[in-house]
């Protein structure tokens, strides 16, 4: 069974930073690991995946302040924010891709202005 668990969310102002952590246990080697986010009201939107070749990928809004990285262990992935904006806030969610996709439950970030 896989299970994909995030944490690092939490309540930040403007401008701070913070680090999300995923981990996918239960497969061998996923393709490729992502976060997603969802507002409320809004529909998910892609934050930045990374693959197996440590290609990335980026949304527009959160280039040159978010990183998304490997960690050493595998299936693991971080997600650095900086120069958070309330326009951030939401529910970042982790993705393991391999054949299928696995998400994880969720981390509430919450950016205060």
């Known amino acids: 069974q896989v299970h994909v668990v995030e944490s690092g969310g939490g309540l930040v102002q403007a401008g701070g930073s913070l680090r999300l952590s995923c981990t996918a246990s239960?497969?061998?080697?996923?393709?490729?690991m992502g976060w997603y986010r969802q507002a409320p009201g809004k529909q998910r939107e892609l934050v930045a995946t990374?693959?197996?070749?440590?290609?990335?990928n980026y949304a527009d809004s959160v280039k040159g302040r978010f990183t998304i990285s490997r960690g050493n262990a595998e299936n693991t992935v971080y997600l650095q924010m900086n120069n958070l904006k309330p326009e951030d806030t939401a529910v970042y969610c982790c993705?393991?891709?391999?054949?299928?996709?696995?998400w994880g439950q969720g981390t509430q970030v919450t950016v205060s202005s």
């Open positions: 993705r393991a891709t391999l054949t299928f996709h696995y």
């Open positions: 239960g497969i061998f080697r996923a393709n490729a």
């Open positions: 990374i693959t197996s070749s440590d290609s990335t």
